[in-house]
């Protein structure tokens, strides 16, 4: 019987199976039925770690519709704790390879316990493959509504004038817009009276979650594109689970996540 781990970020939660032994990765099928909330064990992902040289491991994000995503914010931090508390000792850092390529992880322990993780993004990209044809579509008008789309290594669309309510009765639409032909997220959002943002994601293949990682990463970019928000500043992003800190360069060329993860049980599949 094969062990699984169930961790959650923010309280986008997921299953962990540590495959780097097997290097055996997971089927649509069986992704679809551990997700599964009342048949299954339930999550909004699972995440499979399998071996990759040079690194910790490789994650493979497969959502609870069955697709695979390229990338996922939460997500990550979940593995690297699962990596970094399992494998024993204290390491400040940790290079994890991605579907959005290999990216580096900023360790922050207490008392033997990962508290928060940093996780340099990679750049957000205003190109292909997010439209046929290529891009931008910085601040353009989509269905008659202020868009932008960034790329995290996966697709988003960022409403900016859309407030978070509206994410139940817009996303499904948007998220298969033809202007998107592998689907995208999508993000509502609105400044919060104390700053930050408010952000609100429809996820691609999921719906509604309480978190996306990658989600806070792009409302933040298309914020500031728009010159409403600022780079190089930790920017508080609160999401219904919780508050992740993002963090853009001027030129595009990095973003930063920060924030926490947590080991919620393990059990054995049968």
């Known amino acids: 019987m094969e062990p699984f781990f169930k961790y959650e970020g923010l309280g986008n939660d997921f299953v ?23 048949f299954g064990i339930g999550a909004d992902g699972v995440l499979t770690i399998l071996p990759e040289a040079g690194t910790a491991g490789r994650m493979v994000v497969h959502n609870a519709d069955g697709s ?12 690297v704790k ?15 390879a991605t579907g959005a390529g290999l990216l580096d992880c900023a360790l922050d322990w207490a008392d033997g316990a990962l508290e928060r993780i940093t996780v340099a993004m990679g750049p ?5 493959p997010m439209l046929p044809g290529g891009g931008p579509f910085v601040a353009g008008q989509l269905e008659g509504l202020l868009a932008t789309a960034v790329s995290m290594g996966n697709p988003h669309l960022v409403l900016l004038d859309v407030p978070p309510s509206e994410a139940a009765r817009l996303g499904p639409g948007l998220e298969t817009h033809p202007l998107f032909p592998e689907r995208t997220n999508v993000e509502f ?52 689970g919780g508050v992740l800190d993002i963090k853009v360069a001027a030129d595009l060329s990095q973003v930063w ?10 059990g054995r599949l049968p």
């Open 16 to 38: 962990v199976l540590d495959r780097r032994a097997s290097g055996v990765d997971l089927d649509a099928d069986a992704s679809r039925r551990l997700c599964d909330r009342h």
């Open 124 to 128: 957000a990209r205003l190109e292909a």
């Open 68 to 79: 695979v995503a390229e990338m996922c914010g939460n997500g990550l931090r979940c593995v």
């Open 189 to 240: 959002l609105a400044p919060r009276p104390e700053g930050g943002l408010q952000v609100t994601v429809w996820e691609r293949g999921v719906g509604l979650t309480l978190a996306c990682g990658t989600g806070a990463c792009a409302a933040v970019v298309a914020w500031a594109l728009a010159g409403r928000g600022p780079f190089e500043a930790w920017v508080p992003v609160a999401l219904p």
């Open 82 to 96: 699962h990596l970094a508390e399992r494998d024993g000792g204290t390491p400040p850092r940790l290079r994890v």
């Open 257 to 266: 996540l920060r924030g926490p993860a947590r080991f919620v049980f393990e």
